[in-house]
């Protein structure tokens, strides 16, 4: 039976698996950083004998397309690698998609080892990227590489790519769109805590400007903080939080706390202790529903930010200043009956003997930019711990890898055909 | 009479002393960069006959000395400058401290003009450092101006002092007086809006690390955010400046909304938009009280801090650490029977033929400092506008200088004698 050779090649290969999760966390591959890390991946594609196109992103179609988001449009020393197993033929084609890049570590301190040392303990293995998402990464390679290794002719084309740029708004995945590769279907592994992710949230960064006015910190009084103000936009911007989520009644999100929140993660301002601050920064993300549209979710939160002159009338002579900037992700939906969903669910039921559990993303992936620019129905579904991305201490489950490489090598089986 | 012939003298040299004030506010004499402000006073001071002493600041005396504040213990390139006019003999001796340092312009859209334009408009003059506190040091020189031209022979000795460091803690004074410069009594001209400050408030900075828990922004309720942990921080400070201030009885005070304030100017936490915040710093300053010493203020607010556990127990877990760095002022006060207070206080009835207005100051100066360390009894009084310190378009009103000039002119006479 194929699913037991699988099983046994994966089996067999447990420890070179490991070697090459822990390879890529160890290489520190955030934003303009990724080379190395895509070196790695270069070298296992062509092992495994798929064809490898490797190019630096860059030109107008690219950064000048509606939906490029990302702080930077200069790509140089940043590889996006695509690799493609051609099929016999008349079979249909899948896009196996994840990201090389990682977000930085955060406070150190609150790291039990150094964060990217690719530590394995009790079965879980350690480091910035082993969950979002370089283990399901190492899961698509694995099944690739058993099918290759059992020699199994597919029909379809699968088309394997390890992009940059999907933590600043998915330029590396735009990038390989436009570059030609489509497909009937895409996965992406992100970490799902091996649940299947039909609808994927749409996300956007924002920055808001809060003025105040400068005095003496003896006399401060005399001034308005803008640290206290931006204190009160704050407050604001979780009741809009409280007010959309308040909308959301899709079952699929029945177990998720907020589905679409709104988060600031990261404040700015003033530049003396003696001085009233007259100036706070503010950057932050809002998750935007596949039921709505980019436009929509930035109206909204126009309007609120203008409300801002009725919760205190500071803001109607000083008006908070808001800009959409860098990292955008498109939100994206597979129709539940969709013959890929089917696939997928089978393949997981064949090897964990359960019925999988189809919920929404909690966060933004290039799951939209495959299906809305790329016409490429796509789902998420991938072994890491959800509540560990872009977490202190981010591990994956060992164990997990390997059983989602299982999963998707069945569903790579089922869904391109096989040649007889 | 005396004071005829100086109020002509002033208002002869009218123009070629707004100029003066223009050339000094045009240099930007931000921390680090006084050496072209202090070579147009060494300049002046040797047009008009004093002894200059200009020298860079260094020295383990003075860097390990427990007074010392500042967030640089080297000073090359920035000189502090001292004139001496000796007097005859057996006559008080006096200090005419100003400091050369300015803070930074803030946010530049703030300002109707360029922050250092100097330019002058309805008997104003403007730029950052007009007020605090440029114009006070040109009343000083106008003075010593006036008296040289009109050949008064003073009995005691006059030190003119043009400091560095003002604004981060008093280095530049610290290093005076441990060159030796002491005398019976010292004038700063600080912005008071022409009132007499025998009481002066000192203050310290403090730093404030917040801590958090980081998390992917689209499930951020699975972080905790040190941007949100930072406002209760914020809040629970507010109480203590509110219970701090309610002590604070004396009669000084009573024109003053918070007589020792504690102003947050700075803050930075997070570092990706989509990343919950996990270490938030404040920075700010405490106000401390000439009836308390700076070591039991520093107790006081180290117990709130530890006390934040009993607000919420996050601090509980994860407690707020708490450093004192970078400007420290020492709270000073002359009493209000001392003979300078006399002299000076009848020198303004006799220009301004009016009672002069005696409050407490608001902000630190290094009047603690000379007093404490200097053993110079010490007032603050100067032309500048209070408000304006530290402000957006800081400006001075000119015939404030010329009037204040005029003050500390007959205060010089009156204080040193004149030799018949």
Redesign the interface.
């Given at each position: 039976m194929l699913r037991a050779q699988i099983n046994q090649w994966l089996t067999n290969n447990h420890d070179h698996g490991i070697k090459l999760l822990q390879k890529l966390v160890q290489e520190n591959s955030i934003q303009g950083n990724e080379r190395k890390a895509q070196t790695i991946v270069i070298e296992k594609l062509r092992q495994i004998g798929l064809k490898v196109d490797a190019w630096e992103p860059e030109g107008k179609q690219l950064v000048e397309h509606p939906y490029f988001a990302s702080p930077r449009n200069k790509f140089k020393g940043s590889l996006n690698v695509v690799g493609v197993l051609k099929g016999t033929g008349e079979g249909r084609s899948l896009i196996l998609n994840g990201h090389i890049d990682v977000?930085?570590e955060?406070?150190v301190t609150?790291w039990d080892q150094q964060p990217y040392s690719g530590k394995v303990v009790d079965g879980k293995l350690y480091g910035r990227g082993a969950t979002?998402m370089k283990g399901g990464n190492v899961s698509l390679l694995l099944a690739l590489s058993a099918l290759r290794a059992l020699g199994i002719p597919l029909k379809g084309d699968v088309i394997f790519q390890s992009v940059i740029e999907e933590?600043s708004g998915g330029a590396g995945t735009l990038a390989a769109i436009l570059r030609g590769y489509q497909a009937d279907a895409a996965l992406i592994p992100e970490p799902t805590n091996m649940k299947i992710f039909p609808k994927q949230?749409g996300?956007m960064?924002?920055r808001l400007n809060v003025?105040g006015?400068?005095?003496?910190?003896?006399?401060?009084?005399?001034?308005v903080?803008a640290?206290?103000k931006?204190?009160v936009v704050?407050e604001h911007i979780k009741k809009l939080e409280k007010s959309r989520n308040e909308r959301i009644t899709d079952p699929l999100y029945k177990n998720i706390?907020?589905p679409i929140?709104i988060?600031?993660?990261?404040?700015?301002?003033?530049?003396?202790?003696?001085?009233?601050?007259?100036?706070?920064n503010l950057?932050?993300?809002v998750?935007i529903s596949p039921d709505e549209t980019i436009e929509q979710a930035q109206k909204e939160f126009e309007k609120w930010i203008q409300a801002l002159e009725t919760v205190d009338p500071w803001f109607a002579k000083y008006p908070v200043s808001l800009e959409w900037f860098?990292?955008r992700w498109v939100p994206g939906s597979i129709d539940l009956n969709h013959p890929f969903m089917s696939s997928l669910s089978k393949s997981y039921s064949k090897v964990t003997g359960e019925q999988p559990v189809i919920e929404a993303?909690?966060?933004?992936t290039d799951g939209g930019l495959l299906t809305t620019v790329g016409s490429t129905p796509t789902i998420v579904f991938g072994p890491g711990v959800?509540?560990k991305?872009?977490?202190?201490n981010e591990y994956i489950e060992i164990n997990k890898v390997f059983e989602a490489a299982e999963i998707i090598a069945l569903t790579i089986v089922d869904w391109c055909g096989v040649e007889r």
């Open positions: 977000v930085p955060g406070d609150q979002d933590e949230q996300s960064w924002f003025k006015l400068a005095a003496h910190g003896g006399t401060r009084y005399e001034g903080s640290i206290e931006s204190m704050i706390p907020i929140p988060n600031i993660g990261k404040i700015e301002g003033g530049d003396w202790p003696s001085s009233v601050a007259d100036l706070v950057e932050g993300r998750g860098g990292a993303s909690p966060w933004g959800t509540e991305a872009h977490y202190p």
